[in-house]
Nanobody, 117 residues
Framework: QVHLAESGGGLVQAGGSLGLSCAAS????????MRWFRQAPGKQRELVAA???????NYADSVKGRFTISRDNAKRTVYLQMHSLKPEDTAVYYC???????????WGQGTQVTVSS
């Protein structure tokens, strides 16, 4: 039902910034929750940030104050602006959404973020 196209990953130096985006297509329904997960080498996938339809946000403790999640409902897109990046932020970042009237959630293919020291 939903296809998620992620973009914005790449290589950045420690202390730098990077912005990710995820555009949803394939459905006309409202997207309830939009989330960013990440999975670093040798670690389990973890929730980085989430935003609800109303704009309420939640962040992992490790990224609070550095990352900002936002959404543009007209564009059906969620963003993750990352600042003061650290090498430990290196991971594959995945977009995840669920619909207002639905029971399933949907995943993007992931985009690589690499932070060098």
């Amino acid at each position: 039902q939903v296809h998620l196209a992620e973009s914005g990953g790449g290589l950045v130096q420690a202390g730098g910034s990077l912005g990710l985006s995820c555009a949803a297509s394939g459905t006309s329904g409202y997207i309830r929750n939009m989330r960013w997960f990440r999975q670093a080498p040798g670690k389990q996938r973890e929730l980085v940030a989430a935003i609800t339809l109303s704009g309420s946000t939640n962040y992992a403790d490790s990224v609070k104050g550095r990352f900002t999640i936002s959404r543009d409902n007209a564009k059906r897109t969620v963003y993750l602006q990352m600042h003061s990046l650290k090498p430990e932020d290196t991971a594959v970042y995945y977009c995840n959404v669920d619909l207002l009237l639905g029971s399933a959630d949907f995943w993007g293919q992931g985009t690589q973020v690499t932070v060098s020291s």
